[in-house]
C-alpha cells in the first residue's frame, strides 16, 4: 500500500506530489466554468508552485481582452496564438498552469501538454457549468441566440479529447478547497511508486 491509502492530504502528500512530479508543470484543463483559475490558485500555494492562467498570459501578450481577440482575428487566429503561449509556458519554470476550455482541443497544444507536462481535466457537469458561466459575461463562444445548447455542444465536442488528459477530477458544488485536496489525493495516487511500477 502506498502511503497515502488514507486519501487525506497535508503537507507530507504535497512534498511526495512536487518530489514525484520531476519538475513537470500541472496544466489543468477543462470547460469553461469548471474551476481551472480558482483551483488552480490554491493548488499552486498548496504545493509552493506559481500559478499562470493561459488566458490572461494571452491577453498579456496580444494587448487586447480575449472577447476582443476573437472580434477582430477570430477563433483560428486566437487559437494559434494560444498555442504559442501555452508552448512557451511549458519551457519555463514548474508551475501550474490553467488553460482555456478550448486550448485541449488544438492538436498541437495538446501534443505539447501531453509530452511537457501532467495534464489534469476539472470535469463538471452540464448545469454546475451554466450556472457558473452565466454569472460572467463576455464569453465569445457563448454568444448565440441558445447558450444553453451551444455549451451542449461544446461538452459533446469537447469531453471526448479532455478524457484523453492524465488524470480526471470531479468539480462539483463543494468548496474549491475540496476540489484542490482531490486533485492532490489523485495525483499521489497516480504518482505513487508502490502502485506505479
Same mark, same amino acid.
Given at each position: /500500500?502506498? &502511503?497515502? $491509502?488514507? %486519501?487525506?492530504? +497535508?503537507?507530507?502528500?504535497?512534498?511526495?506530489?512536487?518530489?514525484?512530479?520531476?519538475?513537470?508543470?500541472?496544466?489543468?484543463?477543462? /470547460?469553461? %466554468?469548471?474551476?481551472?483559475?480558482?483551483? +488552480?490558485?490554491?493548488?499552486?500555494?498548496?504545493?509552493? !508552485?506559481?500559478?499562470?492562467?493561459?488566458?490572461?498570459?494571452?491577453?498579456? $501578450?496580444?494587448? /487586447?481582452?480575449?472577447?476582443?481577440?476573437?472580434?477582430? =482575428?477570430?477563433?483560428?487566429?486566437?487559437? $494559434? %496564438?494560444?498555442?504559442?503561449?501555452?508552448?512557451? #509556458? !511549458?519551457?519555463?519554470?514548474?508551475?501550474?498552469?490553467?488553460?482555456?476550455?478550448?486550448?485541449?482541443?488544438?492538436?498541437?497544444?495538446?501534443?505539447?501538454?501531453?509530452? +511537457?507536462? !501532467?495534464?489534469?481535466?476539472?470535469?463538471?457537469?452540464?448545469?454546475?457549468?451554466?450556472?457558473?458561466?452565466?454569472?460572467?459575461?463576455?464569453?465569445?463562444? #457563448?454568444?448565440? =441566440?441558445? &447558450?444553453? %445548447?451551444?455549451?451542449?455542444?461544446?461538452?459533446?465536442?469537447?469531453? &471526448?479529447?479532455?478524457?484523453?488528459?492524465?488524470?480526471?477530477?470531479?468539480?462539483?458544488?463543494?468548496? =474549491?478547497?475540496?476540489?484542490?485536496?482531490?486533485?492532490?489525493? $489523485?495525483?499521489?495516487? =497516480?504518482?505513487? &511508486?508502490?502502485?506505479?511500477?
Amino acid at each position: /500500500m502506498g &502511503p497515502n $491509502a488514507t %486519501g487525506t492530504t +497535508g503537507p507530507k502528500v504535497e512534498s511526495e506530489v512536487l518530489a514525484r512530479l520531476g519538475g513537470r508543470s500541472i496544466v489543468l484543463i477543462g /470547460m469553461m %466554468g469548471a474551476g481551472k483559475t480558482t483551483v +488552480g490558485r490554491r493548488l499552486a500555494t498548496r504545493l509552493g !508552485l506559481p500559478f499562470t492562467d493561459s488566458d490572461a498570459e494571452i491577453e498579456t $501578450a496580444a494587448g /487586447m481582452s480575449i472577447p476582443d481577440i476573437f472580434a477582430a =482575428h477570430g477563433e483560428a487566429e486566437f487559437r $494559434a %496564438g494560444e498555442a504559442r503561449v501555452i508552448a512557451r #509556458l !511549458l519551457q519555463g519554470r514548474q508551475g501550474i498552469l490553467a488553460t482555456g476550455g478550448g486550448a485541449f482541443v488544438n492538436p498541437e497544444t495538446r501534443r505539447s501538454i501531453l509530452d +511537457g507536462a !501532467l495534464s489534469i481535466w476539472i470535469k463538471a457537469d452540464f448545469e454546475l457549468l451554466f450556472a457558473r458561466v452565466s454569472k460572467r459575461p463576455g464569453r465569445p463562444l #457563448l454568444q448565440t =441566440h441558445d &447558450p444553453r %445548447g451551444t455549451l451542449r455542444d461544446l461538452i459533446d465536442k469537447r469531453y &471526448p479529447i479532455y478524457a484523453l488528459a492524465d488524470l480526471t477530477v470531479e468539480s462539483r458544488d463543494v468548496p =474549491h478547497e475540496t476540489v484542490v485536496s482531490d486533485i492532490l489525493a $489523485a495525483l499521489s495516487d =497516480h504518482l505513487d &511508486p508502490v502502485t506505479k511500477s
